[in-house]
Nanobody, 115 residues
Framework: QVQLVESGGGLVQPGGSLRLSCAAS????????MAWYREVLGKQRELVAR???????DYADSVKGRFTISRDYAKNTVYLQMDSLKPEDTAVYYC?????????WGQGTQVTVSS
């Protein structure tokens, strides 16, 4: 299974932007569907965006038009570009890799949107 390390979180003002990165180590990165989830304390972890092994993407309705997921096969990395951030985007963001029975999570990175 791949190991995942997220980076890029932080504090940003409403309307600002952040780019999260998720670096995958291990083999067969191209076979994995990759996704970003987020979790707020006391709430269920929710899917934010997903890019499948072929490059197809889908997004939660709450982030459509503001967030963009992409993957770099050469760098074994997945990105989440977050624009027009809102306070309700504040959460811990987790990277996920899934392929058949293989499922891995990163350690999470905090994103705080506040003035």
């Amino acid at each position: 299974q791949v190991q995942l390390v997220e980076s890029g979180g932080g504090l940003v003002q409403p309307g600002g932007s952040l780019r999260l990165s998720c670096a995958a180590s291990g083999s067969s990165f191209s076979m994995y569907d990759m996704a970003w989830y987020r979790e707020v304390l006391g709430k269920q972890r929710e899917l934010v965006a997903r890019v499948n092994s072929g490059g197809g993407t889908d997004y939660a309705d709450s982030v459509k038009g503001r967030f963009t997921i992409s993957r770099d096969y050469a760098k074994n990395t997945v990105y989440l570009q977050m624009d027009s951030l809102k306070p309700e985007d504040t959460a811990v963001y987790y990277c996920n890799a899934n392929w058949a029975w293989r499922n891995s999570w990163g350690q999470g990175t905090q994103v705080t949107v506040s003035s």
